[in-house]
């Protein structure tokens, strides 16, 4: 069992950062592979980032790529997302969650999931 806990989201304005962490428990951490995914009101939720269970392998979402950078520390059992340049189209609730898949970006392959984080972005 994996628990998963956001934090870190908050309202910032356009072209601002933010830095979002995700505190997990459980001693299997270091076998999953971490993603964030994220869901705007009305929308479907979708993939954002994922780091592979060693922290050697990233992927991007294309609407987020060279703005967001996702790593974890396995030590203290947290993956992290920092955001950059941010834009208003960004504003959504923010979810971190484990895969023992690779590098996947299906959310249907994620076991656990946290409660997530509300990030708002003005313009």
């Known amino acids: 069992q994996v628990q998963l806990v956001e934090s870190g989201g908050g309202l910032v304005q356009a072209g601002g950062s933010l830095r979002l962490s995700c505190a997990t428990s459980g001693r299997t951490f270091s076998t999953y592979a971490m993603g964030w995914f994220r869901q705007a009101p009305g929308k479907e939720r979708e993939f954002v980032a994922v780091?592979?269970?060693?922290?050697?392998?990233?992927y991007y979402a294309d609407s987020v790529k060279g703005r967001f950078t996702i790593s974890r520390d396995n030590a203290k059992n947290t993956v992290s997302l920092q955001m950059n340049s941010l834009k208003p189209e960004d504003t959504a609730v923010y979810y971190c969650?484990?895969?023992?898949?690779?590098?996947?970006?299906?959310?249907?392959?994620?076991?656990?999931w946290g409660q997530g984080t509300q990030v708002t972005v003005s313009s």
């Open positions: 780091v592979s269970s060693s922290g050697g392998s990233t």
């Open positions: 969650a484990a895969t023992p898949w690779y590098i996947v970006t299906n959310p249907a392959q994620y076991d656990y």
